[in-house]
């Protein structure tokens, strides 16, 4: 379990893998508080520029637009950033080229064997957070596969955003073993890769909110 230096008054929730108008409705009438946009080619969700200035526009006040890039071409990051509050970098992007990001940036780590994460959040230091996700080899992310939570461990210089598999079912399981800053979500909330379902979409904020209201009364 994380220590954190201010007590959280909830726990964030972000959508990953927005490709269309009616989700982001969905995402935000559920109560998300980021929605994420996947801007890398290589993925099943991808989107390009001109969906993002679409939907990016759709996204009211105060909801946080999350561009994600794995390796991208800085001057890709740059045009799109006109559009994003936050840049998430999800592959294997050095501390000096993230940065240079044009927007405050959060840095995905995939989980993989031996990854020292105490180190990682001293290297990446001028993060927002880091993203924890699971690691397959060859799949930068968005895998629907789950970590070994316990590997976090409870003090980190950096707060935590928990991605990885998570679903409606286990989410209250994850952030009372973890107690991460926001859990993200892609898959799990999914009726296929870029559609979103909005039940499961309210499922899985019902679910962070009960975790949410168990945790105050311990
Ligand atoms: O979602 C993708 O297709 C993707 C592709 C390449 C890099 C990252 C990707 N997603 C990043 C996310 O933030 C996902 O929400 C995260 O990996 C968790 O996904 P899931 O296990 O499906 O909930």
Known sequence: MIEHATPLARTRVKICGITRPEDVDAAVAAGADALGFVLWPGSKRAIDEARLAQLAARVPAFVTRVGLFVDSDPALVARCAEHLDLVQFHGEETAAF??????????????????????????????????LDAYRPGVPGGTGETFDWSRIPASLAKPVILAGGLTPANVAEAIGTVRPLAVDVSG???????????????????????????????
């Open 98 to 131: 993230c940065a240079a990001s044009p927007r405050p940036w959060i840095k995905a780590l995939r989980m993989r064997d031996g990854l020292d994460l105490v180190a990682a959040a001293e290297a990446y230091h001028g993060a927002q957070a880091l993203l």
């Open 188 to 218: 799990g909330v999914e009726a296929r890769f870029g559609v979103k379902d909005s039940a499961r979409l309210r499922a899985f904020l019902r679910a962070v909110r009960a975790a949410d209201a168990a945790r105050a009364g311990d």
